[in-house]
């Protein structure tokens, strides 16, 4: 089989469970991992026959991406600002959304000192401080999250990345361990937001293999963790201190308003696709 013949075949059965530009921008995702060319070279090559092993990885991807595993877990591997993460399904598939959150938070973060601290909470692949990290060296880079799974995979990436983050398990619903977590200068999350009863609308590949833990949240309370880290922000913000979240964008108006409410003054942000999507809130 060729580069081309194996590159028809995949968009030809990914066209059965996605539309044409998300089979095509999956194929060319597996096709490099395949071959180790971009697009250009594989046009370039299209006649030659894929190696052996090339065969065999090409009849499994084909097997689980037709089951709607993510393409992301299929070659465990995520690009984010970037930079590549190992990603399985302990961890959130890194999102545009969120790396449009760390540009917001590098663009308004241009010298810290080494006496910064930042926190991120709920950190899954670590793609979020790795990221900062990486732009930002020097400064004290924190992430927590409550699964240990988790936390093990975001090591990985910062040591694959090179990056110095302090990793930890809490759970921020917990008051004593909230407590521990010392004064900071920047608190960030992509906290889980969407409700339950939302669960029937997600993708196959979303609600299927992606972390429930990191997804919903109860119907009865969509807000909780974003009142629970307005809460912590409040005692622990230094002065001039930020805090930056990613939120649901059918919440925007309910979030904006707790926080203005809690003493906190708010910019809201869309997403490239038009979305309310994100927030910075000052603590006075």
């Known amino acids: 089989m060729t580069i081309d013949e194996a590159n028809r075949q995949l968009i030809s059965q990914l066209g059965t469970l996605y539309d044409e530009r998300e089979a095509a921008a999956i194929t060319s995702m597996v096709m490099e991992k395949l071959t180790g060319m971009d697009r250009s070279l594989r046009l370039m090559h299209k006649t030659e026959a894929l190696a052996e092993t090339g065969l065999v990885l090409f009849q499994q991807y084909i097997g689980e991406l037709m089951q709607h595993r993510p393409v992301q877990y299929v070659l465990g591997e995520a690009w984010f600002a970037?930079?590549?993460?190992?990603?399985?399904?302990?961890?959130?598939?890194?999102?545009?959304?969120?790396?449009?959150?760390?540009?917001?938070?590098?663009?308004?973060?241009?010298?810290?000192?080494?006496?910064?601290?930042?926190?991120?909470?709920?950190?899954?692949?670590?793609?979020i401080p790795?990221?900062?990290?990486?732009?930002?060296?020097?400064?004290?880079?924190?992430?927590?999250?409550?699964?240990?799974?988790?936390?093990?995979?975001?090591?990985?990436?910062?040591?694959?990345?090179?990056?110095?983050?302090?990793?930890?398990?809490?759970?921020?619903?917990?008051?004593?361990?909230?407590?521990?977590?010392?004064?900071?200068?920047?608190?960030?999350?992509?906290p889980p937001y969407?409700?339950?009863?939302?669960?029937?609308?997600?993708?196959?590949?979303?609600?299927?293999?992606?972390?429930?833990?990191?997804?919903?949240?109860p119907d009865a309370d969509p807000l909780i963790f974003y009142k629970l880290i307005g809460q912590f922000a409040q005692k622990k913000l230094l002065p001039d201190g930020k805090l930056f979240l990613e939120i649901h964008h059918d919440f925007a108006k309910e979030i904006v308003s707790w926080y203005q409410q809690n003493g906190f003054s708010v910019e809201l942000r869309k997403d490239l696709s038009g979305k309310n999507r994100m927030i910075r809130a000052r603590f006075f």
């Not at 590549?84 to 969120?98: A, S």
């Not at 917990?174 to 004064?183: N, T, V």
């Not at 339950?196 to 992606?210: A, I, M, P």
Request: glycine share 6%; charged share 20%; with cysteine.
């Open 82 to 127: 970037g930079l590549k993460f190992y990603v399985n399904e302990q961890v959130l598939v890194p999102r545009p959304e969120t790396e449009e959150l760390v540009d917001w938070i590098l663009a308004d973060t241009p010298a810290p000192g080494p006496d910064f601290k930042a926190l991120d909470i709920g950190t899954g692949s670590g793609c």
């Open 130 to 190: 790795v990221s900062i990290g990486k732009k930002l060296p020097g400064i004290q880079m924190m992430a927590c999250d409550i699964s240990p799974d988790a936390l093990q995979i975001a090591a990985k990436n910062g040591l694959d990345n090179q990056v110095t983050v302090n990793f930890f398990l809490c759970d921020i619903r917990d008051q004593a361990s909230r407590e521990l977590i010392p004064a900071l200068n920047l608190i960030v999350s992509n």
């Open 194 to 217: 969407i409700p339950e009863k939302q669960r029937v609308l997600l993708d196959n590949h979303v609600k299927n293999f992606e972390p429930a833990l990191a997804l919903f949240v």
